[in-house]
Every structure is written in C-alpha cells, then in structure tokens.
C-alpha cells in the first residue's frame, strides 16, 4: 500500500501520535461498559512501547458539544487502558494547552499519554489550523489507527497530517483496509453488504458504490428510520432526517433499477405493542 505501516515508520525513541478510536460506551456509575475499542487498539499501542516510543494517543468521546464536560471526560478510559497495559497511564487535563503540552513533553520512551476528550474543544471538529498545528506539536511521528473516524476531516484526523511529515496508519487501520480491498476485487456471490450508523448523510456515498458491486444491502442503526419513512413507514418519535427523505428515496430507486435488493428492520405494527413473555420463575 501506498501509505505506510506503523512497523514501517522509525518510531523508536520518538513522540508516536496516535488517533485512537475510544468511544466507547459508559455505565452509570461512569466506568466502561464495552471495552472493545480499547482492546482492539492494543495492537498498534503494544507495538510502539516495544519499540520505545514515546506514545500520544487522541480520542473523542461522545457529543459534548465543543466544552469540557465531565461526563464525557476520557479518565474511565484511561483507567481501563492502564489496566490491559499493565502500566501507568497519563490523562492531560485539556486537549491542548500549556498542561497538555508539559505531559507530553515529560514523556519517557514507553510510557503513555493520553489527550483529553478532543470534542472539549469546537476546533476538533471545525479541523481548525491553530488547533491542528498544536496537535501537530505533540508528534515526532502520526498513526492514524482509528478506523472508525478516519472519514471525517477533523483536525485530529486530517487537519494534523499537513504539518507532520512523517505518518501512517496503525495495525488496526491496516487490517481493516486489507480486509475492505480484497472487497473491491472479484468476490463470491451472493455478496451481501450491512451498513449501519446514525446519518443517511454520513453514509450515502458508501451505499451509492456499493450498488454496482452487492446483491443485496441490509441496512441497519438510526439510519433506518430515514430509509422507512421514505418507503412511507410511521416512525413516530424515532430519529429521521427529514430534510434527507429525498435522498433516501432517490437511493431506493436506484436500488430498485440494479436490481439490489435493500432490506430494513421490520417496523411493529401501529395498532399494538410488541408483547412481553415471562418465564414460569418471573410470573
């Protein structure tokens, strides 16, 4: 591939920046509720302390808004990545800043840092320059290995390449782009595809190629609801993009004309409510 591998990038001894993907799920009481993301990390994470390097790592976590809050404070994360690293972890108390920059700088070879909840900031975001080259300050060396991001031009995710030169992709982002190329080649068939997500607008462009190559798409998450209400579905209160009902029917019909089959969630019927069995032990 043309972009290189973290294994390819001489990170020994350096600041690695990397953009993970850690947002996860929280419980109630504020600890990790499914810490997949984190797991699936530790990879390229693991990889970049045996070389020596001096890690960064930068997430985002949930919507707040652009300002500090701290429900959405990466601190249960930290704590959880400590725990499968088995060593120390270092939360910043800001994304950016005079105490961001001291943690990093004060960073040992094989000992982690990791970046407050980038959204704290609305420059994340808006892939602002100023907020971009501060990142930037923060890396020797940038991996993206947050997959599951990499579409959006953030600061965090774009606006940092222009002012790093040396860069690549983690062992996370590796697999994922290895396993999605073998895709666009000649695959067997029935060759089903299942999209999901929250926006009809973050995803259209993938659906649209993918009509050429599926013979069948499932889709699934919020998404739905736009696709249902433009076959004419009641979705009551439930999450829709009006203003893309347009686009969700204009999709259907080129659907319809590939002959790609697109299958959605079954709604309940109006008229009753779905009903609640009990086992003999719960009457």
């Known amino acids: 591939m043309a ?35 984190i797991r699936e990390s530790l990879p390229t994470i693991k990889y970049a302390l045996e070389q020596g390097a001096r890690v960064v790592l930068a997430s985002h976590l949930g919507r707040p808004k652009g300002k500090p809050d701290k429900k959405y404070s990466l601190e249960p994360v930290g704590v959880r990545l400590a725990e499968l690293l088995g060593i120390d972890v270092t939360l910043t108390d800001e994304p950016v800043g005079d105490g961001a920059r001291k943690v990093v700088n004060d960073l040992r070879a094989g000992a982690v840092a990791l970046l407050e909840n980038l959204r704290f900031s609305p420059a994340e975001e808006a892939n602002d320059e100023a907020f971009s080259r501060a990142l930037a ?88 609801n736009t696709f249902l209400k433009a076959r004419g579905g009641r979705l009551g209160r439930s999450l829709v993009e009006d203003d893309k009902l347009a686009l969700a029917r204009a999709f ?10 697109v299958l959605l969630p079954r709604q309940w019927p109006q008229h009753r409510s779905p009903r609640r069995f009990l086992s003999s032990g719960a009457r």
């Open 252 to 261: 259907l019909k080129k659907a319809e004309e590939a002959g790609v089959d």
């Open 137 to 224: 300050s923060y890396a020797d060396v940038y991996v993206n290995d947050a997959f599951g991001t990499a579409h959006r031009a953030h600061a965090s995710t774009a606006g940092i390449t222009r002012f790093v030169s040396a860069k690549g992709m983690g062992l996370l982002m590796e697999r994922e782009v290895r396993f999605l190329s073998k895709l666009l080649g000649d695959v067997e068939r029935p060759f089903i595809a299942i999209i999901g997500g929250a926006k009809v607008s973050d995803k259209i462009a993938v659906l649209e190629n993918l009509l050429g190559r599926v013979n069948q798409l499932l889709i699934g998450g919020a998404m739905a």
């Open 3 to 37: 972009i290189k591998t973290v294994s390819e990038l001489d990170i020994a001894g350096r600041r690695l920046f990397i953009r993970v993907d850690f947002n996860v799920p929280l419980t109630p009481a504020g600890g990790v509720a499914d810490d997949t993301r």
